[in-house]
């Protein structure tokens, strides 16, 4: 008796072969749902700051700088992204609307070619004469030679009230560096130091403590090349007057400290002199 044949059809899938799709489909589950388990590791990555390049800059809208007044007033233009590096230029830059057609501030006390600098400075990062090395600046054909009057001195004294002013401390140390490498004349020196005690607050040690420590160490150069200018100077800024006076007294006390230790052999302070009975 012949066996009963069993025909399996091509359409339809054998027990083995549905059990190893179930698997599959279990496998990439399993695999999936892995991946969405928290590993610890999602904050490590660092968080890149978007960068502002130049070109943002210059696509930022233009304000209008009127320095003085009347007929002699001058305007100035500048990007408004880069004049909001200053708090004081982002806070006049906070009133204008985003529909205003004309976006202006005026500044009609300061001074045009101090306010320039600053704008160079924020542009470049530098301002004319602008440092060729650490120590050295680059050659200004404007400043007169001897500079009697102060010209290059004052310059960079301006730029560095206004960076105090506008809130931006980088350029008013790289002011007050230019002035340290700045050549000058025993007049030239009275001139900024009129300038500095004018200009500058009382509580501004970081460039009057110079001013003073400079006269106070050349005394030579007063009696001979600016004696007058000095003594007006004392008179018109009696401060001036008593921190260089400060300073003298404090070289000489130190001076003969000095001396009494050498002479006694002992490093023990003034000595009080001792009054005879007779």
Known sequence: ????????????????????????????????????????????????????????????????????????????????????????????????????????????????????????????????????????????????????????????????TLAQRFGLPALAGLAHKKIHLTQSTAKGEIAYARFVYKETSPDDENIRKPVAAFWATRSHVLRHEAEQEFKRMCLEFPQFGFDVLSLVLDQQEKRSVRQEAQSSGTASGRKRQRVSGI
């Open 1 to 160: 008796m012949a066996e009963p044949e069993v025909v399996v059809s091509e359409g339809e899938p054998a027990g083995d072969e549905e059990m190893g799709e179930a698997e599959g489909v279990e496998t990439v589950t399993e695999t999936a749902a892995a991946d969405d388990v928290p590993t610890g590791m999602e904050d490590i990555e660092p968080v890149v700051p978007e960068r502002t390049t130049f070109l943002d800059y210059l696509r930022s809208p233009i304000i209008e700088l009127v320095l003085g007044s009347g007929a002699e007033a001058t305007t100035l233009n500048a990007h408004q992204a880069l004049l909001t590096q200053s708090p004081f230029f982002a806070d006049a830059c906070a009133q204008f609307t985003e529909s205003a057609q004309a976006r202006r501030i005026e500044l009609p006390n300061d001074d045009l070619t101090a306010c320039a600098s600053v704008l160079e400075y924020l542009y470049k990062a530098d301002y004319f004469p602008t440092l060729s090395g650490s120590q050295t600046m680059e050659y200004d054909p404007t400043v007169p030679s001897p500079d009697n009057e102060g010209v290059a001195l004052l310059r960079h004294a301006r730029v560095y």
